[in-house]
């Protein structure tokens, strides 16, 4: 037999398999963000962080980030910094877990938080303003009580427009009018 012919044959029987583009994207991704990759399937391991079936827009975020690497998505810079900024928030979230001065802080931050808001629905209350413009700062309020006791923080945008309704507050409170023609001190 002719050498050649069985080489011939052999060559046909092992067909070369060309990988698709997707195969080819989730090889690159596996390549440029595979300690990523590991980083966000730990963080959605971890039931403390990520609740079984939590339909929490910001857990949605992040299985969607991680299924974006690991089924072949081009990877854009926003995508990139976005993972960046969730496994980052993730690590800032287990320091504060497991250090127990952190921890103090931000309860001691919390306790304090919490007292001058409600220091500022009496005076609310005080002030005797219309019902429609109480209940809208009160519903102000209460948004920045729920991220107060979920996050611990408040922005600096949050801080000043209480410190607003505080000084607000406290000159109609000295003021002792209803409007400019009644003073509700008399009645």
Known sequence: MNPYVVNLKAMKN???VV???MEK??????????????QLSAIIKDESYIPEGSTNGY?????????ALIQGRKITPK?????????????KRLKENNDPKLRKQKLDYIDTAM??????KRRLYECKYTPSYESNSEYFLESIEKQVHKRGSLTIKQRKALNKMY????????????????SWHSK
Do not use: C, D, W
């Open 19 to 21: 990988p698709s583009k």
């Open 167 to 182: 000084k607000q507050f406290t000159k109609r409170i000295e003021k002792g009018t209803l409007s400019k023609k009644e």
């Open 14 to 16: 092992k067909t070369k």
């Open 79 to 91: 995508m990139e910094l976005a993972i960046t900024n969730i496994v980052k928030s993730y690590a």
């Open 25 to 38: 994207q989730v090889e690159e991704n596996k390549v440029k963000y595979g300690k990523r990759i590991k």
């Open 59 to 67: 857990h949605e975020f992040i299985f969607s980030m991680y299924k």
């Open 115 to 120: 007292s001058k808001i409600h220091m500022l």
